[in-house]
């Protein structure tokens, strides 16, 4: 079975603040996904980034960084000088197995920046 | 590019109405997902499907929920009769081969 933990349930920043949002992941499959998407007010779900299992490298997109370690089994996000405009809820989520396209999602982190 | 295409964004019912969900996926994946999100269970997959054929149905709850795709370009999720804790928002999503699922902005369902 796979499952994703977001132990951090809602977090608070000020804005330009850093802040890290935590993954956590169990799977059996040797080959895997890992997927942050975003959830804003207006409920869409929007897709962050994708790293599979044998790419440790972590990721810079701007104001948002990923670092994922399979010795730990995170994939934590972290956003630089957060800004309102972040405010949303985040998902991790993990697909394992070649070929296999179901989703496991986290039970989201709700991030509130405030002005 | 366009992408994932819900209809209705918001639909409002009695219980025991049909309820029909649309969806168009972005041109070009072969793969289809229909996603339910509840404060209670969060994200769950109900089906999907690979080039108009559904593969997994395992998610979807019980006989009154139906889906079908008849064709690369459209798929419909049915609820029939419709209970007030089929109170969600649904989510279609879209993927080539390759495992990055994009999702459409959803369908919020409220059943009175």
């Known amino acids: 079975a796979q499952k994703v933990t977001q132990a951090q349930t809602e977090i608070s920043v000020v804005e330009k603040e850093d802040v890290t949002l935590d993954c956590v992941y169990e799977t059996r499959d040797t080959t895997y996904y890992l997927f942050w998407y975003k959830q804003p007010p207006s409920g869409e779900l929007v897709f962050l980034i994708r790293?599979?299992?044998?790419?440790?490298q972590n990721e810079i997109s701007g104001r948002y960084s990923w670092n994922f370690q399979k010795s730990t089994s995170s994939f934590n996000f972290t956003i630089t000088a957060s800004q309102v405009v972040d405010s949303a809820v985040y998902f991790c989520a993990l697909v394992g197995g070649a070929g296999s396209y179901q989703l496991t999602f986290g039970k989201g982190t709700k991030l509130s920046v405030i002005p | 590019d366009a992408g994932v295409i819900q209809s209705p964004r918001h639909e409002v019912t009695e219980m025991g109405q049909e309820v029909t969900l649309r969806c168009k996926p972005i041109?070009?994946?072969?793969?289809l997902f229909w996603y339910r999100q509840t404060m209670m269970r969060g994200l769950e997959l109900l089906i999907y499907f690979n080039n108009n054929v559904p593969i997994d149905d395992s998610g979807m709850p019980e006989d009154r929920f139906s889906a079908k795709m008849p064709n690369a370009s459209f798929s419909t999720l049915k609820i029939q009769p419709s209970e007030p804790r089929d109170s969600a928002v649904y989510f279609c999503a879209s993927s080539p081969a390759g495992n990055t699922i994009y999702f459409g902005e959803g369908s919020w369902l409220t059943v009175v």
């Open positions: 790293r599979n299992s044998f790419d440790e």
């Open positions: 041109s070009g994946h072969d793969y």
